[in-house]
């Protein structure tokens, strides 16, 4: 029996002791540090737990301390030695950690990691290009890795790890990637899924958004019925949810926003209930943001409650690319110029 | 001294630990009808096994989770970090292989979201270690544990990759995804998965029509279940699905709800196909056809008095009105393909074109329904006319209804 059936509608989830307070402040160095500390105790069995994705969770950290402003509180050096121990010498794809296998995911986030310090040139650069191009099939879809998952969120990985390496043209066949990904979808709303049929999704939407401005094909997308696909995300309480009934989750301040922004109706979301629901979900004790209020925080939550509260315009924080989710100044100083919609 | 108390301490642990993955992999073997897993929040140490088995359940208790796991992991992570060569060799050597599969069992029940332990698991039934039919019960378990979990239904469809479609119980499958949907709300995985059953096995589409039906009736705001039924909808049009001596009254009183009677002096199905395709030349549609676009147009009908139903019980959700746009939207754009002259739209279509470029090129003066439809739906809210505006683009201000 789903007990959540008798959740009532529309109430966000967010506790109520938070109403009352007057208007939270970023917790600024109360983050820097949750994020400088991640990972410091060596037994720390969520640490353990979380090793098979540990390349991104490095990106996240990286990602959110450079929009802050603070990437010289980790340690450069060793981070690039993680990453150029982590390529597979066979494939030329990443792996998110010593001893496990290499797969598309991982393999874009180690290029983000590289792309902001600037050290592409001390990875193959070449052997991730063939990694990449060697998991598109023939309908235009990628594989994650060579056991053949399919997922739109691969599709997007690829772009965008090609794009990083300025390697688009005369790669991959772009023509069937867009091809593939406009076939998931759903007329019902304009939103996609992680496959053909499959129900739209916003962190999916974000991808298959973001293929499609790394693609200039922003054209393609229905933006009335996705634009109010989208703004139905938000809840009474400001926050963000990824699909309908569900509840708000502060990782969806970054899937929908920026796919809004993208499409150029960012405004379509009540900004000021927004920032006051991601500020709700800063954990003041430890920092960090969790996924919604009076809940643990993580890593990933963090850069996505920075990468939303960035997009909205927050003082203190650095622009943020919403097609790369990797801080502006980066994107512009690799010459890259993802498509944006004008705003309307 | 410290150093060789740790030193100590450290293969105590390890020693539990293997004794704990030893009784746990006992079950297994003893247990040919496990079912479930699941962790049993108990955080003391009782100095009694914290593997616990009871009728096909199986529990580990949480104290000892951490360090099995952080065992289990290590041991899996040493193997994967030698060569290539060294790791085929243990993987072809029975021994081995067998102690690999007992860390992999341990290490996946706890942590199934890690990528690299199911890729050694594949490795290992490629090898012919592990059997295909107790992988499919090993990912069963693990679903019971972690119904979201997407690795152990994509591990599934790879071990299905090597059996023909006619062998595999395609029923089954779809009870997997409907228990893992029951116990996990819009189980975005669950439901998918099902849409890869449904692909494979067509014939599973009217039982799959009646067990959405009750499921949604059951699940009011899961939207997954919705979802799937919208596109199980759209599959059976355009399989041409439809089932003989059909009443169509859930269409009939829709269009009596939109003021349209039919003509008692002709059949049923005429009496319909004038109503909803007034003026069309029915010889260029064959009659499978247009007996299957009567049947799904008459499920969407029932769908869209279900939602009224449901909201006059449960008060309004946002599934019930999502559902009924989706459902009414389906009648609509079946209509106007037919009308133009259009095959119907496959699901995994990109390209052709959208109902709402479709609707300016037609007119629906001249058309009973769709003009009811525009009336009877515009007076339902801004929001629900900003909908229609968009989706039906009904939008446009007529004379006639001011």
Redesign the interface.
């Known amino acids: ?2 007990f ?2 008798f ?1 009532k ?2 109430n966000g989830g967010a506790s109520s002791e938070n109403e009352n307070e007057t208007t939270k402040k970023l917790e600024f160095w109360k983050h820097v540090e949750y994020i400088e500390n991640h990972g410091k105790q060596e037994d720390d ?1 969520e640490y ?2 979380t ?2 994705l540990r390349m991104s969770g490095i990106y996240w950290g990286v990602t959110a301390l450079d929009i802050m402003g603070q990437l010289d509180r980790l340690d450069r050096k060793s981070i690039i030695e993680f990453v150029k121990r982590c390529q597979c010498p ?1 494939s030329g794809g990443f ?1 998110p950690c ?4 290499p ?1 598309m995911l991982y393999t874009l986030s180690a290029v983000q990691i590289l792309c902001t310090y600037d050290a592409l040139d001390e990875i193959d650069c070449e052997a991730v290009v063939r990694y990449v191009v060697g998991l598109q099939q023939p309908d235009g879809s990628f594989f994650g ?1 060579k ?3 399919v997922d739109t969120r691969f599709s997007f990985c690829a772009v965008a790890t090609l794009t990083l390496l300025q390697r688009l043209e005369g790669s991959i066949d772009v023509e069937k990637a867009v ?1 593939f990904v ?2 998931c ?4 709303d304009g939103g996609f ?9 916003a962190g999916l939407i974000y991808c298959c958004v973001g293929l499609l401005s790394l693609t200039q094909r922003l054209h393609l997308l ?1 933006v ?2 996705l634009g ?1 696909w989208l703004c139905e995300r938000q809840l009474p309480t400001g926050g963000l949810n990824g ?4 509840l708000p989750d502060v990782c969806y301040s970054w899937w929908v926003l920026s796919s809004l922004t993208i499409m150029g109706r960012l405004h379509w979301i009540s900004s000021e209930k927004l920032q006051q629901f991601i500020l709700s979900c800063q954990d003041l004790e430890t920092g960090g943001f969790s996924d919604r209020t009076g809940n643990m925080p993580d890593i990933f939550h963090t850069l996505f409650g920075i990468g939303g509260l960035s997009l909205l315009g927050h003082s203190n924080l650095k622009l943020i690319n919403p097609t790369l989710c990797m801080p502006q100044y980066i994107i512009d100083r690799l010459g890259i110029k993802p498509q944006r919609l004008t705003l309307a | 001294m410290e150093d060789e108390i740790n030193v100590e301490f450290n293969n105590e642990k390890k020693v539990l630990c293997e004794k704990i993955i030893r009784d746990i992999n006992a079950v297994f073997l003893k247990d040919a009808d496990l079912n479930s897993f699941e962790i049993i929040p108990k955080e003391t140490n009782c100095n009694k096994s914290p593997v616990v088995h009871v009728e096909h359940n199986l529990g580990l208790e949480s104290w000892c989770a ?1 360090h099995v ?2 065992h289990a ?1 290590r041991t899996l ?2 193997h ?2 030698q060569t ?1 060569q060294q790791q085929l060799r243990t993987l072809q050597q029975q021994q081995q292989s067998d102690a690999l599969a007992k860390y992999l069992n341990v290490a996946l029940l706890i ?1 199934p ?4 332990f199911w ?1 050694i698991r ?1 490795q290992l039934v490629q090898k012919n270690r592990l059997s295909i039919n107790k992988e499919l019960q090993f990912s069963a378990l693990v679903l019971s544990m972690k119904p979201k979990s997407n690795e152990a239904f ?1 591990y599934r469809r ?1 071990l299905y990759s090597f059996q023909s479609a006619d062998a595999i119980d395609w029923p089954h499958e779809i009870s997997i995804c409907e228990r893992a949907a ?5 189980n ?1 995985h669950a ?2 998965h099902r ?1 890869w059953v449904l692909q494979n096995a067509p014939c599973l589409l009217q039982s799959e029509l009646m067990r959405t039906e009750k499921f949604i009736r ?7 279940s919705y ?2 039924r ?2 199980l909808l759209s599959r059976a049009y355009e399989l041409g699905y439809h089932v003989a001596d059909e009443q169509l009254s859930s269409l009939r009183d829709l269009l009596a709800e939109y003021q349209l009677a039919a003509d008692p002096n002709v059949d049923v199905d005429e009496a319909l196909l004038q109503l909803l395709l007034p003026n069309h030349d029915r010889s260029s549609v064959s009659a499978p056809r247009l007996r299957s676009f009567l049947y799904c147009c008459n499920v969407a009908a029932s769908d869209v008095r279900l939602c009224v139903e449901q909201r006059a019980l449960y ?5 019930f009105e ?1 559902h009924r ?2 459902v009414l ?1 389906f009648i609509v754009e079946q209509c106007v393909r037919l009308l133009l002259y259009l095959p119907p ?1 496959s ?5 052709g074109s ?2 709402n470029e479709l609707l300016p090129q037609f007119d629906c003066e001249s058309h009973p329904f769709l003009v009811a439809v525009r009336r009877a739906e515009t007076a339902q809210g801004e929001k629900h006319k ?2 229609c505006h ?2 039906l683009n009904f939008g446009k201000e007529r004379s006639q209804d001011a």
Request: charged share 30%.
């Open positions: 029996m789903d959540t059936t959740v509608p529309s069995y353990c737990m090793e098979f066979n792996s010593e001893g496990h296998d797969h890795d056991w053949g998952e091809k406009m076939s979808c759903n007329q019902t899924g992680s496959k053909p049929g499959a129900e739209s999704h229905d009335d019925k109010w699909r309908p009934e569900k | 951490r796991y952080d992991h992570i040493s994967r970090r290539t942590n979201d890690v990528t690299t890729h594949r994509a790879w029951d116990r996990c709300a819009s975005y439901w998918s849409q059951k699940h009011i705001s899961d939207y997954s979802h799937y919208q596109v008060g309004q959700r946002e599934c999502l746009r989706a939207k739209v699901v995994a279509a990109s390209g959208q109902l900003r909908w968009i989706h």
